[in-house]
C-alpha cells in the first residue's frame, strides 16, 4: 500500500514535469509546478515517515510488470529507504517551497520547470528500487535530469564546461555501478536485490564490487579524488537545484553505497574499513580546505559538500570495520552516526544554499569579496544563513555537532578493535575529522562573515533587498529542524535505530527514554551529551547577565564611528577580505596540499604603481589523476584515428582476423 | 528535594568559577610584574576594571549590527557554562553529563565563532586580522585537543571529566610517558587557545602582534567587561580541566557533605595557585612567537598526542 | 612494586623515544648535543634501572659507560669540534619539519606493529622495550636521511646505537665484553669521523655532505 502511495508519488511528479513542458510559457506554470511538488513531497515524506515510525519492522515489496519482461521492476519500503525517503522528499518539500518564491526571478523556466519534479521523482525511484535494472535506470534518469538542470543557465561562463565534466563523471558514476551489479548478480543474472542478497559472494568478488561501488557511489556522492564535477555543477544550477543536489542527491549516492555494501554484499572483511576511512578522511580535510580557498559562496558550500561526504564515509568505515569484527553495537553506533550526519547535513546543506540563492537574487553577485554587510539589509536570510553556518560547523547547540559527537564516539571505541593497522589509523582519521571541523567553523566565519558582516562591498550589495515569504518560510523550516534536531537528538537517533537493526542487526539503546533526555550512546560513566539543557543553560545564563547588567548597571550606547586604532579608514576596500581571511590557513596548509605560493612585486623606491600580490595555487588532484588520464585518452584517439584511412582490404582483413581470434578464444576458453 | 539541593551545588561550582576567574587572571598580572619587579596592580584589579566598565556607555561603531550586541553574552554564557561543567572541586554535579570533554571543548569553540564574527562585523581590518589568525589558531589545537581526548578515553575508558577524574586517582594508573605528553600538549593547546605567551600576548596593544584583543577592538563599556570576564573564564576552565585529570587529589564527590566541598575548595584553590604561579613564570622567561611558528608549536603538540596515544597502545596492548 | 618497576621501565623507555623526537626536531648545533647528551643520559637511567629490577649488576657497568662515553666525551669532544669548524651559529634548513615528524610518528607505530605480534611470548617489558628500541632505531635512520650536516647525521647515527644498547639490556641476553667493545668502536668511529670531518672542510669549505656528490664518479 505505501509503496503504491509512494509510486504513485513519482507518477504524479513525472507527470507535472511533463505538463510543464506544455506550459513552460505560461506565467502561472510556476506557481503549479513548486505547489504540486511541495504538496507531493510532502504526502511521500508522510508516507515515510509513518513507515519509519510506526511499524519499523514492516517491508513492504511491489513488482510491476515493466521493464524487462522476466524481472519486472521492483520496488520495497524498509526502513533504510524509509529514511533516505524523508531526506529526498524533505529537501524536496522545502526545496518545493523556496521555489514558490525564488522561481519567479527566473529567466529560463522554461529549462528548470519541466526537470525539477522529474528530478525529484528519480531520486524517490532510486530509494525505492529493489532490483539492480531498476535502481540503475532510475540512477542513471536522476543523472541525466540534474545535468539538464545543472545546463539550465548554459550561457554563463563556465556552465558548459561544467556540465560536460558532470556528465562524463556521471557517465563514468553508471558504468561502474552497472559492473558492480553485473558481478553481484553472478552468471546466473539474479538481478532483483532479494536474489543478490541471498547469495554470498567469494571475497576477491565482494572486494571488486566495493571498489566499483566506491568509484560509482562515490563520484555521485563526491569523494575525493572523484569530486572534481561537484563543487562545478552543483552552483551552476539555479540555488534551490543547487540545495536538491547537494543536499539530497549526494545522499541517495550515499544510500546507493550503503545499499550495496551494508545490505546486499554480505560480511565485510575489516581493511574494507579501512580504505574507506581513508577515503573519508582524506575527503573532509581536503573538501574544507578546498572550500577555504574559495571566493564564489555557492562554489564555497559545494566543497563543504564534499566535506561532509568525508565525514559521512569516516563514520561509514568505521561501521565496516566495527561489523567486519562483529561488534554489533559499536557498528550500530558509527552507523547511526553517519546516518544522523546524512539527515542533519541534507538540512543545513539546502538551507545554506537557499540562503546563497536568496544572497544570489537580492544582489546579482556570488563573488563573496563584492558582497558585505548584508545583515542590515537581509536581517532575516542573514539570521537563517548563521544558524546554517553554526550547524555546518558542528557547533553546539545545533544538529551538526550532534552526528560529528557521534562520529567521535564510535572513534573512541576502535582501540577495541583487534586489527594493529585500525588501531593506529582511526585516531589518525579522527583527527582529521577534528581539524575538518575546525577549519569548516573558520570556513563559515569566512563565508558568513565577508557576505553578511562588515561594510558593503559593492553597490549591489548596499542596493540589496529582504528575500520574499516563500523562500524565507522554507530557510525557517529548515533552521526549525537544525535546532529540533540539534537539542532533542534522542528522538532522531530513534528513528535512525530501524535502519541500522535491519543492516547491522544492532542498535543504540533507545536514547529518547534516556533521563533528561541525555543522549548516552554507550554507557552512562563514558560520554554523555544534553542539547537541551546546554541549550537552555546558555540561553538563561545569557539573558540573566543581559538584563542583570541592563538593569542594575548601564544601558546606554553612543553610536559613532569605528575605533579601528586610530586609523579609520572610509573606504570599505581597506575590510577584510575573503582571500586576506584565508591566507594564514593558506600558509599553513595551503603549500603543501596546493602548493600555493605567494608572488609579491613591489615598484621600487620613488615610483606609484601599485604593489601586487599574487597567489599561485595548483589543484593537485586535477593535475596528477585527470590530467594524465585526458592525455592518455587523447593519445588512444590518435592512435585509433589512423584507423579510419585504412583501405578496405585493411578493414576486411581486420573484421576477419578479429573473428578468427574471438572464435579461437571460445575453444580455448572452454 | 535532593534534585534541588544538586542544583544548588552546581549552582555554586557556576558562582565559583565565575568569581575566581578574574581573581586569578589579576594574581597572574600581580605575580607576573612582581617577576619583572614591578610593583604591579592589585590582585583584585580585574574586578575593578570589570565594576567600571560596566557603569560606562557602550560606543558602538555606526554599522555594527546586532550580532556584535548578542556576541558578548552568547560568548560569555557559553564560556561560563563550560567552565561550570569541569569539576573544580567536586566531581560528579548534577547538570555534569550534559556534556563530556568534546562538547565542553565544542562549546569553547562556538564562543570563539561568535568573537571571530564579532570581529568582522564592524568592517575594520584590525577586527579581521584577529578573527583570521584565532581560526588558524583553533584549526591547529583543535586536532591537539581531539589526540589529548583519544588518549584520555583510551586510559580512562570515558571522555566524561567526572570518571575521567574518578579514574585518574586510582593507584593503578602509575607513572606513565603518555600521561607526560599528553600534558605537555594539553598545556601548549591551552596556551595557544587562551593567547598566551609565546602564542599571543594578552598584553600587548601593538596591533600588527595581537590577536585576541585584535578582535575585541570595538568593543567597550559593558560589551567588553562580558567579553573580558568570558576570557577569564576561558583561562580558568583550562586550568580546572588540568587539574582535574592530572592533579585530581582532593576532589570531593557529588555524595559527600559541605565538609568534603571544603577540603575540595581549598585544594581547587591551593592548584590553581600553583598553577598560576607556573605560568607566570614560564610567560616570564619566553618570548612571543612569530605568528607562522605556531603551526610548528601546535604541530608539535598535536605529535605529542598522538605518540602519548601510541605509547598507550603499547602498554595497554600487552 | 613490581608495577611500579614496570612503569619506572616505561617510562624510560618511552622517554628515549620521546628524546629522539626532540633529536629530529631541533635544528640548532648546540642544541642538538644538549639533547643528544639528555638521550645518552636517559639510556643509562634505563639501563641501570634495568640492572636494578633484573638484578644484573653488570648492567651498572654499562649503564655507566653509556653515561661516561656518550652523555659526556662525545658531547664534549663533538662541540669543540663544531667550535672547530665554526659552524655553532648554523641553523639547519630542515625542510618539512611537519612531514618528518609525521613520518617519524608513521615509524613508531610501524614498529609496534611490527614488534608486539613477533614477540608475544616474551615478557611485558621486553616487548615494550623491544618496540620502543626498533622505534628509536629507524628516527635515527631518519634523522640521518633528513639531514645534510655531517654532525647532524652523526648524531643520528649515535642515536641509533642507543637504541641498540635499550634493545639489548631488554633481551637480558648482551654480555659486557660485547657492550664494552662496541663502546669502545664508537669512541674509534667518534674519532675517526672527526678527522674525516676536518678532511672535508679543508676540501670542500663545507660540512654539507651533498657537496661530496658532485665528486662521485660519472657512470
New interface residues.
Given amino acids: 500500500m505505501a509503496v503504491a502511495v509512494l509510486l504513485f508519488c513519482v507518477g504524479v511528479l513525472l507527470a507535472t514535469g511533463v505538463g510543464a513542458v506544455a506550459g513552460a510559457r505560461r506565467s502561472a506554470t510556476a506557481a503549479i509546478v513548486y505547489g504540486l511538488s511541495l504538496l507531493v513531497s510532502a504526502v511521500a515524506l508522510a508516507v515515510a515517515f509513518a513507515a519509519l515510525a510506526f511499524d519499523s519492522q514492516w517491508v513492504q515489496t511491489l513488482r510491476l510488470p515493466v521493464g524487462l519482461p522476466w524481472l519486472g521492476a521492483h520496488f520495497r519500503l524498509d526502513a533504510l529507504a524509509a529514511l533516505f525517503l524523508i531526506v529526498v522528499n524533505l529537501g524536496g518539500l522545502t526545496a518545493s517551497l523556496y521555489g514558490l518564491g525564488y522561481g519567479r526571478h527566473e529567466e529560463a523556466p522554461g529549462r528548470v520547470l519541466p526537470f525539477f519534479p522529474a528530478f525529484l521523482a528519480g531520486m524517490n525511484l532510486v530509494v525505492l528500487a529493489d532490483d539492480a535494472f531498476t535502481f540503475l535506470l532510475a540512477w542513471e534518469f536522476m543523472s541525466l535530469v540534474s545535468w539538464a538542470l545543472v545546463m539550465a543557465h548554459h550561457r554563463e561562463a563556465g556552465n558548459a564546461r561544467a556540465g560536460y565534466i558532470y556528465l562524463l563523471m556521471a557517465s563514468f558514476g553508471t558504468l561502474a555501478l552497472l559492473l558492480a551489479f553485473g558481478l553481484l548478480a553472478g552468471p546466473e543474472g539474479g538481478y532483483a536485490f532479494d536474489a543478490i542478497r541471498r547469495a554470498v559472494p567469494d571475497p576477491a568478488l565482494a572486494t571488486a564490487v566495493l571498489v566499483l561501488a566506491l568509484l560509482g557511489a562515490g563520484s555521485k556522492a563526491g569523494l575525493v579524488p572523484l569530486h572534481v564535477w561537484l563543487p562545478l555543477a552543483h552552483p551552476a544550477a539555479p540555488s534551490h537545484v543547487s540545495a536538491l543536489m547537494s543536499g539530497v542527491m549526494t545522499k541517495v549516492a550515499v544510500y546507493g553505497f550503503v545499499r550495496i555494501v551494508f545490505d546486499l554484499l554480505g560480511p565485510p572483511l575489516w581493511w574494507w574499513g579501512a580504505v574507506v576511512l581513508v577515503l573519508g578522511g582524506v575527503t573532509a580535510v581536503l573538501g574544507v580546505l578546498y572550500a577555504l580557498m574559495q571566493h564564489d559562496l555557492k562554489r564555497l558550500l559545494a566543497y563543504h559538500t564534499v566535506e561532509n561526504i568525508g565525514i559521512v564515509f569516516i563514520g561509514l568505515g568505521l561501521a565496516l570495520s566495527f561489523q567486519a569484527n562483529l561488534m554489533g553495537p559499536a557498528a550500530a553506533l558509527a552507523l547511526t552516526a553517519a546516518l544522523f550526519h546524512v539527515f542533519n547535513h541534507s538540512v543545513f546543506k539546502s538551507l545554506l544554499f537557499f540562503g546563497a540563492g536568496a544572497v544570489l537574487t537580492a544582489t546579482g553577485e556570488r563573488d563573496m569579496e563584492r558582497l558585505g554587510g548584508l545583515i542590515h539589509r537581509m536581517p532575516f536570510t542573514a539570521f537563517a544563513f548563521l544558524a546554517g553556518s553554526i550547524a555546518i560547523s558542528a557547533l553546539p547547540p545545533l544538529n551538526g555537532f550532534v552526528s560529528e559527537w557521534l562520529t567521535f564516539q564510535g572513534i573512541l571505541l576502535s582501540p577495541k578493535l583487534p586489527q594493529w593497522l585500525l588501531k593506529f589509523l582511526v585516531p589518525a582519521i579522527g583527527a582529521m575529522l577534528a581539524l575538518s571541523a575546525a577549519l569548516a567553523a573558520g570556513c563559515f566565519v569566512k563565508a558568513f562573515g565577508v557576505t553578511f558582516l562588515g561594510r558593503h562591498r559593492s553597490s549591489a550589495a548596499q542596493g540589496a533587498r529582504e528575500t520574499d515569504g516563500f523562500s524565507l518560510a522554507a530557510m525557517f523550516l529548515l533552521v526549525f529542524l537544525c535546532l529540533l534536531a540539534g537539542v532533542l537528538p534522542g528522538f532522531f537517533i530513534d528513528g535512525l535505530a530501524p535502519a541500522t537493526q535491519q543492516l547491522l542487526g544492532a542498535r543504540l539503546e533507545p536514547q529518547a527514554e534516556m533521563a533528561w533526555l541525555t543522549l548516552v550512546p554507550i554507557a552512562e560513566g563514558r560520554s554523555s551529551y544534553n542539547g537541551l539543557l546546554l541549550f537552555l543553560l546558555i540561553g538563561a545564563a545569557a539573558l540573566l547577565c543581559a538584563k542583570a547588567i541592563h538593569r542594575w548597571a548601564s544601558r546606554a550606547v553612543r553610536r559613532s564611528a569605528a575605533w579601528d586604532c586610530g586609523f579609520p579608514d572610509p573606504s570599505p576596500l581597506t575590510q577584510y577580505t575573503a582571500g586576506s581571511f584565508a591566507q594564514p590557513i593558506r600558509r599553513v596548509f595551503g603549500t603543501v596540499a596546493f602548493r600555493a605560493r605567494e608572488e609579491v612585486s613591489m615598484p621600487p623606491p620613488g615610483e606609484t604603481g601599485p604593489a601586487t600580490l599574487r597567489v599561485h595555487m595548483r589543484d593537485l588532484v586535477w593535475d596528477g589523476l585527470y590530467v594524465p588520464v585526458e592525455r592518455f585518452i587523447g593519445f588512444a584517439a590518435d592512435l585509433l584515428n589512423r584507423v579510419q584511412f585504412w583501405t578496405i582490404r585493411a578493414y576486411l582483413n581486420l573484421v576477419f582476423f578479429s573473428v578468427v581470434l574471438l572464435l579461437m578464444v571460445l575453444t580455448l576458453w572452454s | 528535594m535532593e534534585l534541588i539541593g544538586k542544583v544548588l551545588v552546581q549552582l555554586v561550582q557556576l558562582l565559583l568559577v565565575l568569581a575566581l576567574a578574574p581573581l586569578l587572571t589579576g594574581y597572574i598580572r600581580h605575580l607576573k610584574a612582581r617577576l619583572l619587579r614591578r610593583r604591579g596592580p592589585a590582585v583584585v584589579q580585574p574586578y575593578r576594571d570589570l565594576l567600571k566598565l ?10 555594527a ?3 556584535f550586541r548578542a556576541a558578548p ?2 560568548i ?3 564560556t ?2 563550560a567552565a561550570s561543567l569541569v569539576p573544580t572541586f567536586a566531581t560528579g554535579l548534577v ?1 555534569s ?4 570533554l ?2 565542553i571543548v ?2 569553547l ?2 564562543a ?2 561568535f568573537l ?2 564579532a ?11 584577529g ?3 584565532e ?2 589558531i ?6 591537539a ?3 589529548f ?2 588518549s584520555l ?2 586510559l580512562a ?4 571529566l567526572s ?1 575521567v577524574a574518578d579514574f585518574m586517582q586510582r593507584p ?1 594508573v ?5 600521561l ?2 599528553s600534558l605537555v600538549a594539553l598545556i601548549m593547546v591551552a596556551i595557544a587557545e587562551n593567547g598566551r605567551i609565546p602564542a599571543d600576548n594578552p598584553a600587548t596593544h601593538l ?1 600588527l602582534t595581537m590577536i585576541h584583543e585584535a578582535m575585541i ?2 568593543y ?3 560589551h567588553l567587561a ?1 567579553i573580558e570576564l568570558a576570557a577569564y573564564l576561558k583561562l580558568l576552565l583550562y586550568f580546572s580541566l588540568i587539574a582535574c585529570v592530572f592533579v585530581p587529589w582532593g576532589l570531593a564527590t557529588a555524595g559527600e557533605g559541605f565538609g568534603a566541598f571544603a577540603i575540595g575548595l581549598g585544594w581547587y584553590v591551593a592548584k590553581l595557585a600553583v598553577g598560576g604561579f607556573l605560568l607566570a613564570v614560564f610567560e616570564t622567561g619566553t618570548a612571543k612567537m612569530r ?2 611558528r605556531l ?2 608549536f601546535l ?2 603538540a ?2 605529542l ?3 602519548a ?3 598507550l ?6 | 612494586m613490581d608495577r611500579l618497576a614496570l612503569d619506572v621501565a616505561h617510562m624510560f623507555a618511552g622517554g628515549l623515544v620521546l628524546v629522539s623526537f626532540m633529536l629530529l626536531y631541533q635544528d640548532r648545533m648546540f642544541g642538538l648535543l644538549n639533547i643528544f647528551a639528555l638521550h645518552a643520559l636517559v639510556v643509562s637511567l634505563s639501563v641501570a634501572w634495568q640492572a636494578y629490577i633484573q638484578l644484573a649488576p653488570h648492567l651498572y657497568i654499562t649503564a655507566g659507560i653509556a653515561l661516561v662515553v656518550k652523555a659526556i666525551i662525545i658531547p664534549v669532544a663533538l662541540h669543540r669540534i663544531i667550535v672547530r669548524l665554526g659552524i655553532h651559529r648554523t641553523i639547519e634548513t630542515i625542510g618539512g619539519i611537519g612531514r618528518t615528524m609525521l613520518a617519524g610518528i608513521a615509524l613508531v607505530a610501524l614498529s609496534i606493529t611490527v614488534m608486539l605480534p613477533i614477540t608475544a611470548a616474551a615478557g611485558t617489558l621486553t616487548r615494550e622495550d623491544l618496540a620502543f628500541s626498533l622505534s628509536v632505531i629507524l628516527l635515527g635512520l631518519l634523522m640521518m636521511i633528513s639531514r645534510r650536516n655531517a654532525v647532524s647525521q652523526i648524531i643520528g647515527f649515535m642515536s641509533i646505537e642507543n637504541g641498540l644498547i635499550l634493545a639489548a639490556t631488554a633481551a637480558k641476553g648482551m654480555p659486557l665484553v660485547v657492550e664494552i667493545s662496541v663502546a669502545f668502536s664508537i669512541i674509534i668511529a667518534l674519532i675517526v669521523v672527526g678527522i674525516f670531518l676536518f678532511r672535508i672542510r679543508e676540501r670542500f669549505d663545507t660540512v654539507d655532505v651533498h657537496a661530496l656528490e658532485r665528486f662521485r664518479g660519472s657512470l
Avoid: C, H
Wanted: glycine fraction near 10%; charge should be negative.
Fill in positions: 560596566i557603569r560606562k556607555e557602550v560606543v558602538l561603531a555606526d554599522n549590527s546586532w550580532l553574552y552568547i560569555f554564557a557559553a561560563l557554562i547538570f553529563p550534559a556534556a563530556d568534546i562538547a565544542a562549546l569553540g562556538a570563539r565563532f571571530a564574527l570581529g568582522l562585523d564592524v568592517g575594520t581590518s584590525f577586527g579581521g586580522i578573527s583570521s589568525r581560526m588558524m583553533a584549526s591547529l589545537a583543535e586536532p585537543m581531539l589526540m581526548v583519544f578515553s583510551l575508558g570515558s571522555t566524561q570518571s593503578e602509575g607513572l606513565r610517558v603518555s607526560a605528553l596591533e577592538l570595538e567597550s563599556g559593558r562580558v605568528v607562522f603551526s610548528d604541530g608539535v598535536l605529535m598526542g598522538l605518540l596515544a601510541l605509547l597502545f603499547v602498554s595497554r596492548g600487552l
